[in-house]
C-alpha cells in the first residue's frame, strides 16, 4: 500500500508530473499561435470558446513542434530535465546537441510526445481537482447542494456518499493518469534521447583523443623531470666526491645543476599553465626542446654529472639540426635524453651516442635509388650504447619502464620504432625515425 502510494504521490513521482506541466507549458505557445489560425478558418471565431476546435488547434500544434525540435539544442534541453526530474540515469542519455538527421528526429518525436502528452496532463490537472473537491465537499456545503450546477446527481436527492467518492475517484485517476503518463516518458527517454552509434563513436573518440593528451603530458613530466632529477643527483654526488680536489668541476656541476634545475622549472610551468588554460589539443606547443635547439647542452650537462659522452652527429645534407621537421627533432630530442637518463641511473663507463640522417644524398650512409628519387622516406637514426652497471650498482628501478615505453610511444607516433637491449657485451637504445612522420 505504501509502496503503490509513493509510486503515485512520492518525491520522484511529483516530479515526473511537474516534467509534465512543464511540457504543457511549452506547449502553450504553438497552441495559441495555431488557435487563431483554426479560429480563422472557422470564419473568424474564437477557438477557445469551442472544444472541437481547441482540440484541432491543439493537433495542429504537435506538428508545429515537432519541426522546431530539429534545432540541435532541443536535445540538450530535454536531457537536462529528464535528468534532473524522471530519474533517468544519466548514462543512458546523449550528450550535447543532435547532429544526425536520424537524431533529430528522435529528438523530434520525443520533444512531440513530452508536449502532447504534457499538455493533456496539464488540462487534467487544471480541471479534475477543483471539481474533485467540489464533489468531496458536497454533501457537507449547503451553499453548493443549492447551486445550479446542471448535473442531477449535484441535488439534495442523491445518496450522500456518491458525490464524495466520485471526488475521490477523480483524484485518483488523475493521479494515476499522471503516474502512467511519466512512466512512459521515463522509458522512452533513453530510446529517444540516448545516444546513437554516431554520439557513441564520438563520445569514444573524445575519451581516446583525452587519454592521448593525459598520456602525452604523463611522457613529458616523465622525461623532463625524470631526467633532471637523476642529473642533478649525479651532479651533485660527483662535486661532492671532489669537493676538495678539484674546485673547477664543482664549479661547473653547480652550473649545470642551476641550468637543469631552470630549465626544468620553465617546463613544469608551461605544462601547468597549459592544464590551466592551455590548448589539450596542442600538449607540444608547452615544450620546446628540441635537437637544433638544445642538444649541446643536453649533452653538456650529462657530462657535468661525471659521465663521459662521446657524440657523432651527421644532420644530412641540410648540415645541422634545425632542417629537421619539428616534432622529428622535439620527439628526437626526448629519445635521447630518456637514453641518458637511463645510462646515469643504470649504466657505467663512457656513453657513445650516434644520430645522423640517413637514406639522403651525402649521408654517407648507402643510398637506395628510390631514396634518391624520394629523399622524403630518410629517416633519422639514433644509437646510444654504454656498459651495463653490475647488478649491485644498477639504481633501483621506481618508473616500471616508463621511460622506454614512452619511448617507444613516441617513436610509434611518427611511424618508427625503438629497441633496446644488449648488444655485443654493451647496453644499447636505437631508434628510427622517419623524417615524413613530421609531415603527416
Avoid at 643527483?233 to 631552470?262: G, S, Y
Avoid at 611511424?415 to 637504445?429: D, I
Amino acid at each position: 500500500m505504501r509502496a503503490g502510494l509513493g509510486g503515485l504521490l512520492g518525491a520522484r513521482a511529483r516530479l515526473r508530473w511537474v516534467h509534465l506541466i512543464l511540457g504543457g507549458a511549452l506547449l502553450m505557445p504553438y497552441f495559441l499561435l495555431t488557435q487563431v489560425g483554426v479560429g480563422m478558418v472557422a470564419g473568424g471565431v474564437n477557438a477557445l470558446n469551442s472544444f472541437p476546435l481547441a482540440l484541432a488547434a491543439y493537433a495542429a500544434a504537435l506538428p508545429l513542434a515537432a519541426a522546431t525540435a530539429v534545432f540541435g539544442l532541443v536535445r540538450p534541453l530535454s536531457v537536462t530535465a529528464v535528468r534532473a526530474m524522471c530519474g533517468v540515469p544519466g548514462d543512458r542519455l546523449a550528450e550535447g546537441p543532435a547532429r544526425s538527421w536520424a537524431a533529430r528526429g528522435r529528438t523530434s518525436a520525443w520533444w512531440t510526445l513530452h508536449l502532447g502528452v504534457g499538455a493533456l496532463v496539464s488540462g487534467l490537472t487544471l480541471a479534475v481537482p477543483p471539481m474533485g473537491v467540489v464533489l468531496i465537499a458536497l454533501p457537507f456545503v449547503s451553499g453548493l447542494q443549492e447551486a445550479r450546477l446542471g448535473l442531477g446527481w449535484f441535488s439534495t436527492g442523491a445518496q450522500p456518499y456518491v458525490a464524495p467518492l466520485l471526488g475521490i475517484g477523480l483524484l485518483a485517476g488523475l493521479a494515476l493518469c499522471a503516474a502512467g503518463a511519466a512512466a512512459l516518458l521515463a522509458r522512452l527517454a533513453p530510446v529517444l534521447l540516448g545516444p546513437t552509434a554516431a554520439d557513441r563513436l564520438a563520445a569514444a573518440e573524445e575519451r581516446a583523443a583525452d587519454l592521448a593528451v593525459r598520456n602525452r603530458l604523463a611522457r613529458e613530466l616523465h622525461d623532463a623531470v625524470g631526467h633532471a632529477l637523476s642529473a642533478v643527483t649525479l651532479q651533485a654526488v660527483a662535486a661532492r666526491r671532489v669537493l676538495e680536489r678539484d674546485p673547477e668541476f664543482v664549479r661547473e656541476a653547480l652550473a649545470a645543476i642551476e641550468d637543469t634545475t631552470r630549465r626544468t622549472v620553465g617546463e613544469l610551468d608551461a605544462v601547468l599553465g597549459l592544464l590551466r588554460d592551455g590548448d589539450p589539443a596542442r600538449p607540444d606547443a608547452a615544450f620546446a626542446p628540441t635537437l637544433a635547439a638544445d642538444l649541446d647542452g643536453l649533452l653538456a650537462r650529462t657530462r657535468a654529472a661525471g659521465t663521459t659522452v662521446t657524440a657523432h652527429q651527421d644532420p644530412g645534407p641540410a648540415g645541422n639540426w634545425a632542417q629537421l621537421p619539428e616534432i622529428v627533432s622535439r620527439e628526437a630530442y626526448r629519445i635521447v635524453q630518456e637514453g641518458l637518463s637511463n645510462a646515469l641511473r643504470h649504466g657505467s663507463g663512457p656513453v657513445e651516442l650516434r644520430i645522423s640522417v640517413r637514406g639522403g644524398e651525402g649521408s654517407g650512409h648507402p643510398v637506395p635509388t628510390d631514396r634518391r628519387e624520394h629523399p622524403e622516406q630518410r629517416e633519422l637514426e639514433i644509437s646510444m650504447t654504454n656498459p651495463p652497471a653490475a647488478p649491485e650498482a644498477r639504481e633501483a628501478r621506481t618508473t616500471g619502464g616508463r621511460g622506454l615505453r614512452g619511448a617507444a610511444e613516441r617513436a610509434a607516433l611518427l611511424g618508427g620504432r625503438v629497441e633496446a637491449g644488449p648488444y655485443e657485451g654493451r647496453w644499447r637504445l636505437r631508434a628510427v625515425l622517419p623524417l615524413a612522420g613530421g609531415k603527416r
